[in-house]
């Protein structure tokens, strides 16, 4: 049973001669569903609206109410809503003005005639639009959605709330104008254009659930291209908070992580960025596994990124299934799928095993399974702790390549954000359950703006002067 804890708003018309509202809430009760509010709508001598207000705790509940409702006579529902439905009613963003016009004056400052002036001091310095412009604090989230979430390849369409919601937190937690763009196109040279005929509008490009391997083609074709950053947070954003993570929870355990055996399972776009993280970081004993097994220098695979994953990890060329390769390993990060791993591979582990199983929503094995065995656990979920969340990411390292004005978002960059994420809990705090900030904490965007902004100037990618 999949539990959501909802509520959901039912509006119901019912005809007063054929049944009475207490039979309705009966039912509703029986079906597992607890009324909270009841608001009438319309009413008359034979029929009344209502919306009834109900919570429930899984969305098979919420079926169940709505076909015992269906069965009673004179009754019959209107509209089935909840609390996320009526949050996104008109979409959850919307673009406002800094200054009002109210009058032909400042009219002909904002517009014709003036702008005229502003147009033509940028056309002739280009470099003017970051501070005339929107641009310097403008990031453009785009999506072709063809990997959205758990969801897999949806329309474009479909794919905006997610867009949204990200934008949303762009410019609650680090104050960026953040524009949702899904794209009708799934041609890479195509999506490519389109971004570099957007790029002079925005500081910065947030790539988002683009399909791998298309989302590194896109990727490093743009960082070639345009003068902006690109940054794909299904890549990106995971490993940096990964890598944060986990260098917290080896400080837990007394470990190093150039003396650590790690195992990546699932080498998609989060498990090789993830895999680049570790090895910029320092880590020499990466072994990736994915469906078919360890990713070996003795194969030729067709995925181009996987050739280079097995010619730059696995120094010991293990083989094998993910259960063979789990020998003695120090960490297990898993970015794959719910259940690939069992209580008998964990026991497999070295001492004082650090699990990271991130599949979200179901990870690669049960917390509660694990933890007798394991002394550090992360997931990519809420209700666990150590919360592997790109939102820890995103904001900040954005925050940092805009204020530096950066042309990039490089690899010493990413590890900055890294090392600035995990110092955000000190010492006296730091412990096997809490090794991961919390999404809301008021010093994570600042940290690894400092520490972002401080790279970008150091490998020369920022182009403001400090």
């Known amino acids: 049973m999949v539990r959501t804890n909802m509520t959901i708003i039912l509006r119901l ?5 054929k049944i009475s509202f207490g039979e309705i809430a009966t039912v509703i009760s029986r079906s597992g569903g607890d009324m909270v509010a009841i608001d009438v709508i319309k009413e008359s001598p034979e029929m009344t609206v209502r919306d009834i207000s109900i ?27 909840d609390r996320t439905f009526l949050l996104h009613l008109g979409g959850k963003i919307e673009v406002r003005s800094k200054n009002t016009i109210d009058n032909r004056e400042e009219l002909s400052h904002v517009y014709t005639p003036e702008v005229a002036r502003i147009c033509m001091a940028i056309d002739e310095e280009p470099s003017l639009a970051y501070n005339l412009t929107i641009k310097k604090n403008a990031v453009a989230v785009i999506s072709n959605a063809t990997a959205v979430l758990g969801l897999g390849k949806i329309k474009p369409e479909a794919a905006m709330p997610v867009m949204e919601g990200k934008a949303m937190l762009f410019k609650q937690l680090a104050g ?30 947030n790539l988002e659930d683009i399909a791998s391997p298309q989302c590194f083609d896109i990727e490093e074709r743009l960082k070639k291209e345009i003068d902006i950053p690109v940054f794909h947070d299904d890549q990106h954003g995971t490993a940096i908070v990964t890598l944060a993570g986990l260098l917290n929870a080896l400080k837990v355990t007394n470990k190093e992580l ?34 078919n097994g360890a990713l070996s220098r003795d194969e030729n695979y067709e995925n181009e990124a996987w050739n280079w994953y097995a010619n ?23 970015v794959s799928a719910p259940n690939v791993l069992n209580v008998e ?44 969340n790109n939102v820890l990411c995103f904001p900040g390292i954005f925050r940092g390549a805009l204020d530096c004005r950066a042309s990039d978002i ?31 904490n008021d010093q994570v965007v600042p940290n690894i703006r400092e520490a972002v902004m401080k790279s970008g100037y150091a490998t020369k990618a920022a182009k403001k002067k400090e």
Do not use: W
Not at 68 to 76: E, R, T
Not at 263 to 280: P, S
Not at 312 to 334: C, Q, R, W, Y
């Open 13 to 17: 018309e019912i005809h007063k001669k």
């Open 55 to 81: 919570n429930i705790i899984s969305e098979e509940k919420q079926q169940s109410i709505i076909e015992s409702i269906h069965q009673l006579p004179g009754v019959s529902i209107r509209h089935v809503s």
């Open 258 to 291: 150039k003396d650590c055996k790690i195992i990546v399972c699932g080498i998609g776009a989060a498990g090789i960025a993830i895999t680049k993280m570790l090895l910029t970081a320092g880590a020499k004993n990466v072994i990736g596994v994915d469906r």
């Open 410 to 440: 490089n690899e010493e960059m990413k590890l900055a954000a890294a090392k600035a994420i995990a110092s955000t809990i000190n010492e006296n705090e730091l412990n096997e359950d809490y090794i991961i900030p919390g999404v809301f």
């Open 176 to 205: 960026i104008d953040a524009y949702p763009l899904c794209l009708e196109s799934k041609n890479t040279e195509e999506i490519i254009q389109i971004i570099k005929a957007l790029s002079p509008s925005f500081g910065g490009i």
């Open 312 to 334: 730059n990890t696995n120094p010991h060329n293990e083989k094998g299934a993910l259960p063979s390769v789990m020998d003695g390993a120090d960490v297990f990060i898993g």
């Open 345 to 388: 591979d964990v026991k497999r582990m070295a001492a004082q095993p650090i699990v990271f199983a991130l599949a979200n929503p179901n990870p690669e094995i049960d917390p509660e399974l694990a933890k007798p065995y394991v002394k550090v656990m992360a997931t990519g979920r809420s209700d666990y702790p150590n919360q592997v």
